[in-house]
């Protein structure tokens, strides 16, 4: 398993942005393949970046991503512990 999750968390977010480098894209990919916790991150964020932006074209402003990125560590420490 993994062990490098939190690394990935603050690319995530990056990543669902669609800003990530295709390599960086594909390694996102395929530690998504194989590690549900990213996968079930992903989702949430997923989620939450749609609801953030209903009723808006434009990219989360700096502050919400910052604070998207936060909490979604305390989620991801709550729901998987930290070791
Ligand atoms: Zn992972």
């Known amino acids: 398993m993994?062990?490098?999750c939190p690394d990935y968390i603050?690319?995530?977010n990056d990543?669902?942005?669609g800003g990530v480098s295709p390599e960086l894209c594909a390694e996102i990919e395929a530690h998504l393949g194989q590690?549900?916790?990213c996968?079930?991150?992903v989702d949430t964020l997923?989620?939450?970046?749609k609801l953030c932006?209903?009723?808006q074209e434009e990219p989360l402003p700096e502050a919400l991503q910052t604070r998207l990125k936060s909490l979604?560590?305390?989620?991801w420490n709550q729901k998987f512990g930290k070791k």
């Open 2 to 4: 993994a062990n490098n």
């Open 53 to 55: 932006r209903e009723g």
């Open 72 to 75: 979604l560590k305390e989620r």
């Open 10 to 12: 603050n690319d995530l």
């Open 46 to 49: 997923k989620q939450t970046v």
């Open 35 to 37: 590690c549900q916790n």
């Open 15 to 17: 990543y669902l942005d």
């Open 39 to 41: 996968r079930i991150m």
